[in-house]
């Protein structure tokens, strides 16, 4: 059975860090895309970062550019999300995907992900 798993969330103040992980079972990641998603209380799921299978090409929201970086470590099975700079605004549930049909670019559009974690939470809060 495919699976996803993210770990690394938790309660952070503003202003500090934390790396979320999404490790696969089942499946090896290097020939997918990778997606982390989020989604708020009440609000639409939203793409912030993807990186393509090869690594290349890497996509930011505007919400994150300049605070979260994506990266993979294909030998390791994981994709990460480096978050620093942590907003409230960025509470959320954390969601990551792979995409099979990424090899070259990424896409922030979640309807081209085949795969998906069950999600974790990051609560930005003093």
């Known amino acids: 059975q495919v699976q996803l798993v993210e770990s690394g969330g938790g309660l952070v103040q503003p202003g500090g860090s934390l790396r979320l992980s999404c490790a696969a079972s089942?499946?090896?990641?290097?020939?997918?895309?990778l997606g982390w998603f989020r989604q708020a209380p009440g609000k639409e799921r939203e793409g912030i970062s993807c990186?393509?299978?090869?690594?290349?090409?890497?996509y930011y929201a505007d919400s994150v550019k300049g605070r979260f970086t994506i990266s993979r470590d294909n030998a390791k099975n994981t994709v990460y999300l480096q978050m620093n700079s942590l907003e409230p605004d960025d509470t959320a549930v954390y969601i990551c995907a792979a995409d099979r049909w990424g090899a070259y670019l990424c896409s922030e559009d979640a309807r081209l992900y085949d795969f998906w974690g069950q999600g974790i939470q990051v609560t930005v809060s003093s």
């Open positions: 990186i393509a299978s090869n690594g290349g090409s890497t």
């Open positions: 089942s499946f090896t990641l290097e020939n997918y895309a």
